[in-house]
């Protein structure tokens, strides 16, 4: 049982790249969510789910986008990547929308 | 509006001192309340949650917090720190009111332990 997994743990991008950070869950939860942590803020939402197929905004969804497609599966995508997109990814999920159980973060540096 | 202050930015304590680390959130309602912990470099862990009932809660590695509804408080406390505590703390509130019924994080509190 390894809970919540997120690849890459880190990663560096060019501005304008692409890329796709990955958070599985093995724990059957419903809910999912995308996090950013950046020093002083402590976790802002980007985006959540609240089931397979279903994806919602959160306070902070400029320049991302998601998908989950799977239940276990829960993609954060980049289009064009900015600097101002350095920071800490934390994914999290749950069974219910309260607790919250969260992966071991992605770092990354748009350059 | 829904909000999360943790006033102290940077504590530090001796190994084997008491430690309380001080949360005051604003809400509308009875709120949800956790304390996470992030070790360096590593993800959040869940440290004790309050829903309702008794408002002092037990949690892991010998955390309590009570919560505290005149003060609109739910402060953390250990009674003897441990080295491997050093860490930051966060204070956080479920917005179930909210369309999102997200999680609001206080901006977090950095634990240093002397020897």
């Known amino acids: 049982n390894a809970g919540v997994t997120q690849t890459p743990k880190f990663r560096v991008l060019k501005t304008g790249q692409s890329m796709t950070l990955l958070c599985a869950q093995d724990m059957n939860h419903e809910y999912m969510y995308w996090y950013r942590q950046d020093p002083g803020m402590g976790l802002r939402l980007i985006h959540y789910s609240v089931g397979e197929g279903t994806t919602a905004k959160g306070e902070v969804p400029d320049g991302y986008n998601v998908s989950r497609l799977k239940k276990q599966n829960f993609l954060l995508g980049l289009e064009s990547a900015a600097p101002s997109q350095t920071s800490v990814y934390f994914c999290a999920s749950g069974g219910s929308q309260e607790t919250q159980y969260f992966g071991p973060g992605t770092r990354l540096l748009v350059l | 509006a829904q909000s999360v202050t943790q006033p102290d930015i940077h504590i530090t304590v001796s190994e084997g001192a008491s430690l309380e680390l001080r949360c005051n959130y604003s809400y509308g309602a009875t709120p949800y309340l956790f304390w996470y912990v992030q070790s360096p470099g590593q993800g959040l862990q869940l440290l004790l949650k309050?829903?309702?009932?008794?408002?002092l809660v037990q949690g892991i590695k010998g955390f309590e917090a009570e919560f505290k509804r005149s003060q609109s408080s739910f402060n953390l406390r250990k009674p003897s720190v441990h080295w491997s505590d050093a860490a930051e703390y966060f204070c956080?509130?479920?917005?179930?009111?909210?369309?999102?019924?997200?999680?609001?994080f206080g901006k977090g509190t950095k634990l240093s332990v002397k020897p």
């Open positions: 309050y829903f309702s009932g008794d408002t």
């Open positions: 956080v509130l479920f917005n179930y009111g909210g369309s999102q019924g997200n999680l609001i």
